[in-house]
């Protein structure tokens, strides 16, 4: 009886103490440990760390900048396969606990005791590893698994189950700078998630026990391992039925790395983006927050114009030799090293690295091992033009054999041929670069831009940030300053040798044509389309260099890049293509000044605009409207450009009529050129293409292309500008280190293929544009060699366009010759 007194007693103090002991614990935990907790609703705006990223205008890719990739999906965008995988691995109780699985922490609390009371990992939950991720830290400590309890429980009150999930494989770690699942797959497969087999799902799945332990690119084999334990728990859960266990378990291992593979080729432009947002935002916020960057490029023009440079600079390297194999890794080198060596290697545009690995001297063919295992073969008959390179002008004999050009183990670059997808040719990475960059001439919008051969073999933009002399390009902007103070197209200006001794010179100066030869008096319209320097030199000293740079400054050019001597008048200025292109944008859009500009918007990560472009734009007829008129307006059927200056003057009230759907409000660009000047020297670039030096252009069957071509001195520097209505683009091609071209490589030979290949794609269905004779201007006949009115019956006679108080009134003299179309004599003058 006394035992009984005593064990009951032993109870109740028991029960009593546990009972006490709890209301402490509980007390302690409501009232010290859950106020200490993060504030788990703060989960609801948590923002993920995402990198910036840059697109088209169109919505491609271009790139992305950040140290993390991370693609957040929604619960709706994941396969259910792998919400099925990711259970079966992580937390088969997922749907019927309450944020924690009692039977996995006492498994966990097993192997702690197992372990001499060391935690040991396991049993928490896919609710308690989004407590730890988001609102704790790693520290393997028992404060910090008993935090991960209380929290689990409180974000199981304020989330659903999909929030959960969607929080957990959007934020996990997978190894290679992947977080989120939607990385992983594009990092290990080169897919989207949706789109991978359920093998790589469960693949996928696998790696969040140990990123690298399980990685089926470092460790495949353990990794294989995971993957079948997986779809085996899959097939237990009846996720799965047999049929599907076996297929995936026989599926080979895929996965390799990735690089992140843009939708449109403009890492040049996605560069620039990267540094106006570091201008604009904190360094941190760029690369963490998420922003969303639109261009002003046109992915379809973009890649034209990628395709354009390299297939031009491949050209131009083609007529000027074979420089040699890269390297030479000996006949011994074994498949494994020549692999790891060519995956090591970047493939440089359209060229491939590949590796010689045997030569079959019978059918003159190399075979070749590239990146990934692939092959390929290359053949001695379409090597025609690998002849070796003794200097830029002079080329040795064509090698005989392919044995004479290639050794097993040399390390060679091989591309593809255009428009062919079986045949591979021997090529080499050009040593000269080029650039070509597009705009749109009513608002400046950046349409293309390449800034080299590949951006990743050389990051330095030339388009944006290489000062090259323009040469015969820059003519143009001096004929238009001539004509805006009284020259005309027949202007007659001699072409014969001159000596200059110009204090700001160093020596005196004898410029000389091209050719060498002098064609004396020439009317300024055949001038400038065959590019007669003497001609150019003579009339910038009639203008004087002060008015030339000063009419020159509006268009683009920046005073302190353009020299203050004659030698401008031959383009010796050093500006970077950009600026160039943005002076024949405003002869292309009848004379305004505009501003290139390459951001269209930026957003947020939530999609917010955080800055919205408003361009200077043409708009010829744009004027401010009083209110009576903007009353009347019909908005439905009519645009109204109202200046920035013009809106400042409107009222509150009559600001807010200015909100209708389809009023811009936007600058307007100023008119930097007398519009019939520029309806002149539009027509004499015209003739630079229709019996110029732009000859080559023909080849576009258009009737509304313009444009110059430029070559400096030693050929260092090739040139074309050119343009329609609609789209304005300049190409330069040159030796970043500035040395000849070759005696034979001209602005038409090396930048005008360029330009002609990117606008056949660009103008591609796009109808002809025509220009209307602007008002107080005529058409006179005149003779083509003194620029006179032409007398009646003159064979030698053409007609010339006039602004009306410049017409030639006098009349061509008489000669015996005058219908013969012999040369006649002109006075001296009427020469300049």
């Known amino acids: 009886m006394a035992f009984r007194r005593r064990f009951k007693r032993l109870i109740f103090w028991s029960t009593g103490l546990g009972i006490a002991a709890s209301i402490v614990f509980a007390a302690f935990t409501w009232f010290y440990l859950v106020p200490r907790l993060p504030d788990v609703a703060s989960l609801r705006d948590f923002h993920l760390q995402t990198p910036l990223r840059v697109y088209s205008k169109d919505g491609k890719l271009i790139s992305e900048f950040g140290e993390k990739r991370r693609v957040p999906l929604r619960i709706d965008q994941v396969p259910q396969n792998y919400i099925n995988a990711l259970i079966s691995a992580e937390d088969e109780n997922f749907y019927h606990h309450y944020g924690v699985d009692p039977k996995a922490l006492l498994r966990a609390a097993v192997r702690m005791v197992q372990a001499g009371g060391r935690i040991q990992g396991g049993g928490s939950t896919l609710t308690m590893q989004v407590a730890r991720n988001y609102l704790l830290t790693l520290d393997q400590t028992f404060s910090r698994k008993f935090n991960e309890i209380l ?53 996928m799945a696998g790696l969040y026990k140990a990123p690298s332990r399980y990685n089926p690119i470092s460790n495949p084999q353990r990794a294989k391992i995971r993957r079948d334990w997986i779809l085996g728990r899959m097939l237990e859960l009846n996720y799965i039925n047999e049929l599907q266990h076996a297929d995936a378990l026989s599926a080979p291992i895929t996965a390799r790395f990735h690089s992140l593979t843009p939708e449109t080729q403009a890492s040049y432009v996605a560069e620039m983006v990267r540094q106006e947002l570091l201008d604009t935002f904190p360094i941190k916020d760029v690369y963490t927050g998420g922003y969303r960057v639109y261009t002003t490029i046109d992915s379809k023009l973009q890649d034209a114009a990628q395709y354009a440079v390299q297939k031009g600079l491949l050209a131009y390297d083609r007529r000027h030799g074979f420089r040699g194999v890269q390297t030479n ?53 379409d090597m025609e033009w690998v002849r070796p390179r003794i200097s830029i002008d002079h080329l040795g004999a064509k090698p005989a054999l392919i044995t004479d050009i290639l050794k097993v183990g040399d390390q060679i670059r091989i591309r593809k041929a255009y428009g062919e997808s079986s045949l591979w040719f ?81 020596n005196s100066w004898r410029p000389e044509n091209y050719s060498g030869k002098f064609f004396g008096p020439t009317r300024l319209r055949q001038a400038l389309y065959k590019s007669r320097n003497l001609v150019s030199i003579r009339l910038l000293r009639e203008i004087g260099t002060r008015k030339a740079i000063n009419y020159a400054v509006p268009f683009g ?18 500006v970077p293509p950009i600026d160039v292109a943005t002076g024949y944008a405003a002869i292309a859009n009848t004379g305004y000044a505009i501003k290139p500009y390459f951001i269209e918007r930026i957003e947020d990560s939530a999609g917010k605009v955080l800055y919205q472009a408003e361009p200077i734009t043409v708009c010829e007829n744009c004027e401010y409207l009083p209110k009576a008129e903007l009353i009347s307006l019909n908005p439905t059927d009519t645009t109204i450009n109202i200046a920035d200056s013009a809106i400042m003057a409107l009222d509150e009230e009559e600001q807010s009529l200015l909100e209708g759907p389809r009023i811009t409000h ?39 292309l313009a444009g110059k071509t430029g070559t400096t001195n030693d050929q260092k520097d090739a040139w074309f500008s050119g343009y329609n209505n609609q789209l304005v683009a300049t190409a330069w091609v040159g030796f970043d280190q500035p040395k000849p071209l070759g005696r034979n490589e001209f602005g038409s030979t090396a930048a005008l293929p360029i330009w002609i290949d990117f606008m056949a794609e660009a103008l591609k ?24 009115l032409a007398r009646q019956n003159d064979s030698n006679s053409m007609f010339e366009i006039f602004r009306e108080e410049y017409a030639p009134t006098a009349q061509s003299p008489q000669t015996s010759d005058q219908n013969t179309g012999d040369s006649l004599e002109v006075t001296p003058e009427q020469v300049f």
């Open 151 to 203: 929290l689990s429980l409180q974000i199981e009150q304020e989330l659903d189950k999909d929030q959960i999930l969607e929080m957990y494989f959007n934020k996990m770690f997978m190894g290679h700078r992947a977080y989120g699942i939607e990385a992983a797959a594009q990092v290990y497969y080169g897919r989207h998630m949706w789109d991978l087999t359920l093998a790589e799902q469960a693949m």
């Open 329 to 381: 890794h000996g006949d011994q080198l074994s498949d494994q090293e020549a692999e790891r060596i060519l995956n090591r290697t970047p493939v440089l545009g359209p060229l491939q690295p590949a590796i010689v690995r045997s030569i079959d001297q019978e059918k003159q063919t190399a075979q070749l091992l590239l990146r990934y295992k692939k092959t390929a073969e290359i053949r001695y008959e």
């Open 426 to 506: 021997l090529s080499q990475v050009p040593d000269a670069q080029g650039s070509i960059v597009a705009l749109d001439p009513q608002d400046g919008a950046i349409i293309a831009l390449v800034g080299g051969f590949e951006y990743l073999h050389s990051k330095f933009n030339r388009a944006t940030q290489a000062l090259r002399q323009p040469g015969s390009n820059f003519k143009p902007f001096i004929y238009s300053a001539a004509m805006e103070q009284g020259f005309t197209a027949s202007t007659l200006i001699n072409d014969a040798p001159v000596v200059f001794n110009d204090a700001s010179l160093e």
């Open 557 to 574: 050019f920046k005073p302190e890049h353009l020299p203050r001597n004659l030698s401008l008048a031959l383009g010796s200025a050093s």
């Open 666 to 704: 936007l600058p307007i660009a100023e008119r930097i050129m007398d519009e019939r000047v520029n309806y002149i020297l539009h027509t004499i670039l015209q003739d630079v293409i229709t019996q110029g030096t732009g000859r080559r252009a023909l080849k576009l069957e258009r009737q509304d």
């Open 765 to 788: 269905d796009v109808p002809e544009s025509s220009r209307t004779l602007p008002n107080q201007m005529i058409e006179v006949r005149i003779n083509k060699e003194t620029g006179l």
